[in-house]
């Protein structure tokens, strides 16, 4: 398993701010991944980041609004620009540990008012 | 097109009442079917991982079992504790986990 820490836990920010949410891993990992969790409802993929290429966006998520950076094999930020109410939303990170689980981290919930 | 549905959407129980949570899927090539837990506000907690038809799973009063089309999520007798909402997840031979949208239990005492 891994160990998966995120900052921050929780925010609110006023619409057409950015807020940049990191997540460290206990250990090197190659893939990481970015899910958005919207009230109520399941998890919907943003994007895979892997360490050393351009992370890989899923239809409906684009590099403008959720830049993404992976420097090394144990963190990756995810940022959410411009942001509007609708982007209100539990941001989680994830990690696949090398045995086709993906272990998650607590999540940031965020608040755009 | 891939699917995972999840039913039922909620499920109340009482203490010590068992029951089952269902996960069907069509997905090409499956890789994989994962069982989440999740507590309100925080990200969700890895359970079991199926791989193949007919393979079980048992962790304190879960139990997870899959067939070629679905999979079941048995609770005995559970404790109010166990209340949280569970995710079921399917990778595909694409790589990408598609999750269902979750059954949410509550187990009152």
């Known amino acids: 398993s891994a160990v998966i820490s995120q900052k921050p836990s929780r925010d609110i920010c006023q619409r057409g701010t950015s807020l940049t949410i990191q997540c460290q891993v206990d250990?090197?990992?190659?893939?990481m991944f970015w899910y958005r969790q919207q009230p109520g409802q399941s998890l919907t993929l943003i994007a895979t980041a892997n360490q050393g290429s351009e992370a890989t966006y899923e239809s409906g998520f684009v590099i403008d609004k959720f830049p993404i950076s992976r420097p090394n094999l144990t963190f990756s930020t995810l940022t959410v620009s411009n942001m509007s109410p609708e982007d209100s939303s539990i941001y989680l990170c994830?990690?696949?540990?090398?045995?086709?689980?993906?272990?998650f981290g607590p999540g940031t919930r965020l608040t755009v008012l | 097109e891939d699917q995972v549905t999840q039913s039922p959407e909620a499920l109340r129980l009482q203490e010590g009442e068992s029951s089952s949570l269902n996960c069907s899927y069509t997905?090409?090539?499956?890789?994989?079917l994962f069982w989440y837990r999740q507590d309100p506000g925080k990200g969700p907690e890895f359970l079991f991982t199926?791989?193949?038809a007919g393979e079980e799973k048992e962790k304190e009063r879960l139990k997870a079992t899959l067939t070629k089309k679905e999979s079941f999520l048995h609770i005995t007798a559970p404790k109010p504790e166990d209340s949280a909402t569970y995710l079921c997840a399917v990778r595909w031979q694409g790589g990408k986990l598609i999750f269902g949208q979750g059954t949410e239990l509550s187990v009152k005492p």
């Open positions: 997905v090409s090539g499956l890789r994989g």
């Open positions: 199926l791989y193949s």
């Open positions: 994830s990690v696949d540990a090398g045995t086709d689980t993906q272990y």
């Open positions: 250990s090197q990992v190659t893939m």
